[in-house]
């Protein structure tokens, strides 16, 4: 009787012709690394290929354990030529943020070194569990998408991607794990889909959904479409994705700069970040160990806000010295307290002050407040059209995490919680909440307190 071989039925196998699929380059598991390039206009991009110990080739296809991986002959950025020396990381340092200072113009000196940070942490995509955002904030002609022209010309796959839907993205960022930079963002504010997007792609790990139409209905796709992503805009951006970003407010140039692009220098700069990203992953790799968690939980120590150090990490861990990257510690500390800043202004904070005072004046009876109270004292200091209705503070107040009960007449009453105040009282988001009022000045003609008038308003 024939019996079969396994052995011959493994060689069969994998014999196989592999799959082939379009690429612009990756890991080729732990020996190796590849990228897309064109090393003369005149000729068609192929790649380039770094394993560990051999030389630098060009190659018209590369293979891995899966595929069998054919160049893309059209993308939209600019690509490498070839892979250039760069001398130290410090060196090439220099050059990347000499070229942002020589071509955009910003306020804060230490804008140029988170800047060139991003640039370099972009090169390093599959080493972050986080992607930090960018988000250029200023009126017209503040050199908004000069900003984004530029960091797209230096960072990996700088992909600008102009007056974009979402439906024209997620495949291309899943596939390619492009930079991709949005210019006018206020043309988005009222796309659902773009929104959710961003807001997907900030986290290594997760995906965004969406329905495609087939033949037989409709079906859910998933798309990681993780990366770095810079927007500009003349608008703020929804509260959910303004918070991933590192905010940069522009303004009008006030030195000379570059009018145009120096494209050969940001070639250069491509050719020898390419380098050096070959070389880091080759070295590195992109294995989470536990010294970069316990690096992670001193970082929160030394800035206070843990979103902050997910958007700083990536960046903090490329400084080439200590002193860069205490700089950038620094401005993390500055645009964390801008921030908490900012949200003390926001519904939920005015929300709690106002619960916080009535509490003060005696509108707390038997463990209840009624909603109404509530929102009449936050109602004295706005105009008639900011007024707000018993049923949008209702809201809020649930969102604060107080419990919703019925009072007299069956008006809404929240439910005083010491336990909820004290955890409120420890975010750092409500700081300014508890912190107590200064003492009125006294005059020599007797006025009504701040109490009093908030009373008399009650009434």
Same mark, same amino acid.
């Given at each position: 009787?024939?019996?079969?071989?396994?052995?011959?039925?493994?060689?069969?196998?994998? $014999? @196989?012709?592999?799959?082939?699929?379009?690429?612009?380059?990756?890991? =080729?598991?732990?020996?190796?690394?590849?990228?897309? *390039?064109?090393?003369?206009? /005149? @000729?068609?991009?192929?790649?380039?290929?770094?394993?560990?110990?051999?030389?630098?080739?060009?190659?018209?296809?590369?293979?891995?354990?899966?595929?069998?991986?054919? +160049?893309?002959?059209?993308?939209?950025?600019?690509?490498?030529?070839? +892979?250039?020396?760069?001398?130290?990381?410090?060196?090439?340092?220099?050059?990347?943020?000499? *070229?942002?200072?020589?071509?955009?113009?910003?306020?804060?000196?230490?804008?140029?070194?988170? &800047? /060139?940070?991003?640039?370099?942490?972009?090169?390093?995509?599959?080493?972050?569990?986080?992607?930090?955002?960018?988000?250029?904030?200023?009126?017209?002609?503040?050199?908004?998408?000069?900003?984004?022209?530029?960091? %797209?010309?230096?960072?990996?796959?700088?992909?600008?991607?102009?007056?974009?839907?979402?439906?024209?993205?997620?495949?291309?960022?899943?596939?390619?794990?492009?930079?991709?930079?949005?210019?006018?963002?206020?043309?988005?504010?009222?796309?659902?889909?773009?929104?959710?997007?961003?807001?997907?792609?900030?986290?290594?790990?997760?995906?965004? *959904?969406?329905?495609?139409?087939?033949?037989?209905?409709?079906? /859910?796709?998933?798309?990681?479409?993780?990366?770095?992503?810079?927007?500009?805009?003349?608008?703020? &951006?929804?509260?959910?994705?303004?918070?991933?970003?590192?905010?940069?407010?522009?303004?009008?140039?006030?030195?000379?700069?570059?009018?145009?692009?120096?494209?050969?220098?940001?070639?250069?700069?491509?050719?020898?970040?390419?380098?050096?990203?070959?070389?880091?992953?080759?070295?590195?790799?992109?294995?989470?160990?536990?010294?970069?968690?316990?690096?992670?939980?001193?970082?929160?120590?030394?800035?206070?806000?843990?979103?902050?150090?997910?958007?700083?990490? +990536?960046?903090?861990?490329?400084?080439?010295?200590?002193?860069?990257?205490?700089?950038?510690?620094?401005?993390?500390?500055?645009?964390?307290?801008?921030?908490?800043?900012? =949200? $003390?202004?926001?519904?939920?904070?005015? *929300?709690?002050?106002?619960?916080?005072?009535?509490?003060?004046?005696?509108?707390?009876?038997?463990?209840?407040?009624?909603?109404?109270?509530?929102?009449?004292?936050?109602?004295?200091?706005?105009?008639?059209?900011?007024?707000?209705?018993?049923?949008?503070?209702?809201?809020?107040?649930?969102?604060?995490?107080? @419990?919703?009960?019925?009072?007299?007449?069956?008006?809404?009453?929240?439910?005083?919680?010491?336990?909820?105040?004290?955890?409120?009282?420890?975010?750092?988001?409500?700081? %300014?909440?508890?912190?107590? !009022?200064?003492?009125? !000045?006294?005059?020599?003609?007797?006025?009504?307190?701040?109490?009093?008038?908030?009373?008399?308003?009650?009434?």
């Amino acid at each position: 009787m024939n019996r079969l071989n396994p052995l011959r039925l493994i060689r069969a196998s994998t $014999s @196989q012709p592999k799959p082939t699929k379009l690429s612009v380059g990756g890991m =080729l598991d732990h020996y190796g690394i590849f990228e897309l *390039c064109q090393p003369a206009t /005149t @000729q068609p991009p192929s790649f380039t290929v770094q394993e560990k110990g051999k030389a630098l080739v060009y190659v018209k296809e590369v293979s891995d354990n899966l595929n069998t991986h054919k +160049p893309y002959q059209k993308v939209p950025w600019q690509l490498p030529t070839e +892979p250039q020396n760069y001398g130290t990381q410090i060196d090439l340092w220099k050059e990347v943020s000499q *070229c942002i200072y020589d071509h955009v113009d910003l306020a804060e000196e230490q804008a140029y070194t988170v &800047l /060139t940070a991003w640039v370099f942490a972009s090169w390093l995509l599959e080493k972050w569990m986080i992607a930090p955002y960018l988000f250029f904030f200023g009126s017209f002609a503040t050199g908004k998408t000069r900003a984004l022209e530029v960091l %797209s010309r230096v960072s990996m796959r700088g992909w600008l991607a102009l007056y974009t839907t979402a439906a024209n993205i997620y495949r291309p960022l899943e596939t390619w794990k492009a930079s991709l930079f949005l210019d006018e963002a206020e043309i988005y504010g009222d796309k659902h889909e773009i929104l959710g997007l961003l807001n997907a792609s900030y986290r290594k790990g997760q995906y965004v *959904c969406r329905q495609t139409e087939k033949a037989e209905g409709y079906e /859910t796709e998933f798309f990681d479409c993780f990366g770095f992503k810079a927007i500009a805009g003349t608008k703020e &951006l929804a509260r959910t994705l303004q918070s991933r970003c590192i905010i940069f407010r522009t303004s009008q140039a006030t030195r000379k700069i570059h009018f145009f692009i120096n494209e050969q220098q940001c070639t250069q700069l491509r050719n020898k970040l390419l380098k050096w990203r070959f070389t880091t992953m080759l070295t590195e790799g992109t294995e989470l160990t536990e010294g970069v968690w316990k690096r992670g939980e001193e970082l929160v120590e030394q800035i206070g806000s843990q979103r902050e150090v997910e958007l700083f990490y +990536p960046l903090i861990s490329v400084a080439p010295t200590k002193e860069i990257e205490e700089e950038l510690i620094e401005y993390a500390k500055t645009a964390s307290k801008q921030k908490m800043e900012e =949200l $003390s202004l926001t519904t939920e904070s005015t *929300c709690l002050a106002a619960i916080l005072e009535a509490k003060e004046l005696g509108y707390l009876q038997n463990g209840r407040m009624y909603v109404r109270d509530i929102t009449k004292l936050i109602n004295i200091t706005l105009t008639l059209d900011e007024q707000w209705r018993e049923r949008f503070t209702s809201g809020i107040c649930s969102r604060l995490g107080f @419990q919703k009960s019925k009072g007299a007449g069956g008006r809404a009453v929240i439910v005083w919680n010491e336990k909820l105040i004290e955890r409120l009282k420890k975010d750092t988001r409500y700081a %300014s909440c508890f912190i107590p !009022p200064l003492p009125e !000045p006294r005059s020599e003609r007797s006025l009504p307190s701040r109490a009093q008038e908030w009373k008399d308003a009650m009434h």
